[in-house]
Nanobody, 118 residues
Framework: VQLVESGGGLVQPGGSLRLSCAASGSIFSINRMGWYRQATGKERELVAFITSGGSTNYADAVKGRCTVSRDNAKDTVYLQMNSLKPEDTAVYYC?????????????WGEGTLVTVSS
């Protein structure tokens, strides 16, 4: 599975940004797609994910400000980020997980940089 992200960039505090990630290759019908981020000097952390069934999960730090969604026909996941803060600055990585009998496999995109600064 290959993941290609787009939509990162520089935005002012309080602004909005939408990230997109298109998956290609052997996409399983039962999967989970989402976003992680890694700020300089910190560990990679979950931002949000959405399952193929539509269930979502968000990190406390972004609840109420971010919305994760997906287009199953396009195998694409989106992250709409609003009211951005300087602490949201990080490299954002697209993540895909599929499931087999007793195992799960993770795939990662190369990352897209989001910088929140005035």
């Amino acid at each position: 599975v290959q993941l290609v992200e787009s939509g990162g960039g520089l935005v002012q505090p309080g602004g909005s940004l939408r990230l997109s990630c298109a998956a290609s290759g052997s996409i399983f019908s039962i999967n989970r797609m989402g976003w992680y981020r890694q700020a300089t000097g910190k560990e990679r952390e979950l931002v949000a994910f959405i399952t193929s069934g539509g269930s979502t999960n968000y990190a406390d730090a972004v609840k109420g400000r971010c919305t994760v969604s997906r287009d199953n026909a396009k195998d694409t996941v989106y992250l709409q980020m609003n009211s951005l803060k300087p602490e949201d600055t990080a490299v954002y990585y697209c993540h895909y997980r599929d499931y087999g009998p007793g195992y799960a496999t993770d795939y990662w995109g190369e990352g897209t940089l989001v910088t929140v600064s005035s």
